[in-house]
């Protein structure tokens, strides 16, 4: 009989993983495999001694077990069906289980500790300083019945955000508006009704079909006179994997939410901690909550006169198009209006002008310019759907990295736009056969051309797929050997956003625009006075937009510094009256779709995004100047910023390239706020 090691694609040891291959029912026996060698490896560890015999090992070890389960993780997320999520459930429990106990293992720490620091460089010190500090946080140095509670509950919440992702992911799907009357999509443009038509005859259906995937929301959103459309797709869309969802509660987070709550606050106090922020802001830059609070307080007051505002002018308008009470279903539809009228600019006419293909070409053109770096486009690479294409990054012909982009939405993949890790940067010295390359994947949701023609991407996608090749930079340009401190990992959380943000704002230079519009029709591309409008409406609406932002952050936090149990609808209604100037509906539950904290990495540091983009605010600026010299701006950004990785603080990073540390007035400045 074959061993079944040898026939599990999971476990193969290829250049690239074979996805296609996947089954749901090797998941379970490759990550047992998976385990099994690790432990071999760890119990081999602590019979050596030294950083190369101790350290650089586990880091071997730790990236094989991360090869395979990047694959599982990354189908559960892009393929996922009941099987496959089954199967991914099951064995992240096990592994988070494994994970723990490594983390928690006194004799690895102890073995960590008593490396000999003598002849260590600075990166190899502060890999050392920042594992044994993880271990820390994982409970090593608790008594045996905390550290066993803890480790019960780092299972118990894997399982809970893995739940929570799922129960959004089947609430997303689950809704679908079936329409046979075109008349219902009055003011949608030609194309997005085109997708619409492709949903219903995707599920066999005749007419139009709204489900809850992104680009069908904005269509109906921002477009659709049928004001009673808006206000349904309005409420699907805001109750979704809540107790009001339109499924009948069947998907409800509501439970997860305040077991992860109670048990994150648990966590942090048996490590010593008042509660889940101040546990997460032991490995991120800013101090305190109270720092980050009175940050998120400062931006919500500076914004408001402005914000106050818009909003009035959006009533005003509002009340020109027969709407005389602005409802929350409505401020989509009545600002891009008002964006046409005070602007004159239709984001359809745009949208018709940035093919997808020539977007990635100008930023494919981008990226070499300021970095050196050329994308070739593998053909008959092995994917998980015929849309994934696949990109190898070459210098001087030599390919060094790659990137796996899968650009368009599709049943059983999940929502939004995401960046993550499929393998790191590891030397052939310390593979000990022939090293292994970056590789990236980069995802979006757009909506995907008919019948096969190039897919027309919003600006918005345009600055999402900007922003999102930012993070796959700042994994694949890394020059540290080290996986657990190259690429995006070890970042500090609030810096991390730091390089994609930076390069959302290249997606506004001019230059840029030129480059990668040519419209459908004519092939033209856009005009300087249409380019001009544009820049001139970057903040349209962008006081309320960051007052949103500031919403948000605020309540993450407060979710994670109360103490007792706290309830999130009260919650949300107080930072509501204190910041927003726009309340919800009593119906919505925003809080039950926030992936970011519940299902991602941003719990108790959902601030991050708007203290990184005063970072990338700051460090962008100079590439601004008139004249600026490109290239060596980029390259300096690429020698001080994205290929340190974690191997020093992210400040020492930023004031590496700057000559200083950051400022608030770039991000005021941006924002159009005053210093």
Known sequence: MMDPVMTNPLLHDEPLPRFSAVRPEHVCPAVEEAIRAHADAMAAILAGSGFEAVYAAKERADVRLGRMWRIVSHLAAVARTPELAAAHGEAEAKLIAYETSVGQDEALYHAFRAIDRTGLDAVQVRALDQALRGMELSGVALAPAPRARFAEI????????????????????????????????????????????????????????????????????????????RHEVHTAFQTRASDAGPDGGKFDNGPRIDAILRLRQEAAELLGFANPVESSLAVKMADSAGQVEAFLLDLARRARPRAEAELASLRVFAATLGIATLEPWD????????????????????????????????????????????????????????????????????????????????????????????????????????????????NCNFARGADGADAYVSHGDMITLFHEMGHCLHHVLTEVELPSIGGIAGVEWDAVELPSQFMENFAWEPAILRIVSAHAETGLPLDEATIARMIGARRFLGALALTDQVELGLVDLRLHLTAAHPDPAAVLAQVERQVSLMPRPASARPIHSFAHIFAGAYGAGYYSYLWAERLSADAFEPFAEPGADMAALGGRFREQVLARGASRPAIESFTAFRGREPGNDALLRAWGLAA
């Open 154 to 229: 780092c299972i118990e919440l894997g399982e809970l955000s893995t739940g929570y992702g799922n129960a959004l992911m089947d609430a997303t799907q689950s809704w679908t508006l079936p329409i046979a009357d075109e008349a219902r999509l009055a003011g949608i443009p030609a194309e997005d009704r085109a997708m619409l038509a492709r949903n219903a005859a995707a599920r066999g259906l005749e007419g139009w079909l709204v489900d809850l995937h992104g680009p069908s929301v904005r269509a109906v959103m921002r477009y659709a006179d049928d004001r009673a459309l």
């Open 331 to 442: 401020t989509g539809y009545v600002a891009e209006k008002l964006r046409l009228a005070n602007h004159a600019l239709d984001e359809t006419e745009i949208k018709r002008h940035l093919p997808l293909p020539r977007v990635l070409a100008g930023l494919f053109g981008l990226v070499a310019d300021l970095y050196g770096v050329e994308f070739a486009e593998e053909a008959q690479v092995d994917a998980w759907h015929p849309d994934v294409r696949y990109y190898s990054l070459r210098r001087s012909g030599v390919p060094f990295a790659g990137i796996y982009c899968d650009f368009f939405a599709r049943a059983g993949k999940q929502g939004g736009a995401w960046m993550d890790v499929c393998r790191s940067r590891l030397s052939p010295t310390a593979a000990g056969s022939g090293g292994q390359l970056p590789i990236a994947f980069l």
